[in-house]
């Protein structure tokens, strides 16, 4: 099952590619290019986060799977992703999914035992 693990773990990081598209929008404004520059560097929180996740629990991935779907909910709560269906399966569902990826295919040890 440990190379399964690949899969979730190149899917986060195309998703943190995707994330970090949106950022490029703070460019191309009529502000001086200083304020563009951290304009793009804090539309870059959430891939910082999801960078962070993912480095910090590269090899345990049943928590990292729990800590994506948790950054789910927070994605949903603050970015108000509910109130389209779109925009929430873009940016809520697919740590949802990644996460669960993440916990189907690598199971702490205790809970193999039961």
């Known amino acids: 099952m440990k190379k399964y693990l690949w899969i979730p773990r190149i899917l986060t990081i195309l998703f943190i590619i995707f994330i970090s598209i949106f950022a490029l929008d703070?460019?191309?404004t009529e502000d001086p290019w200083y304020l563009e520059v951290v304009g793009f560097l804090i539309h870059l929180i959430p891939t910082?986060?999801?960078?962070?996740?993912?480095a910090i629990f590269w090899k345990k991935p049943f928590y990292c799977g729990l800590s994506y779907i948790l950054v789910a909910v927070a994605f949903t709560l603050f970015f108000n992703t509910y109130r389209n269906l779109y925009s929430f399966l873009l940016i809520s569902f697919l740590p949802t999914f990644i996460g669960l990826l993440f916990i189907i295919f690598k199971k702490p040890k205790e809970l193999k035992n039961k």
């Not at 910082?48 to 996740?53: D, E, K, M, Q």
């Open 48 to 54: 910082y986060i999801l960078i962070a996740v993912l």
């Open 26 to 28: 703070s460019f191309g």
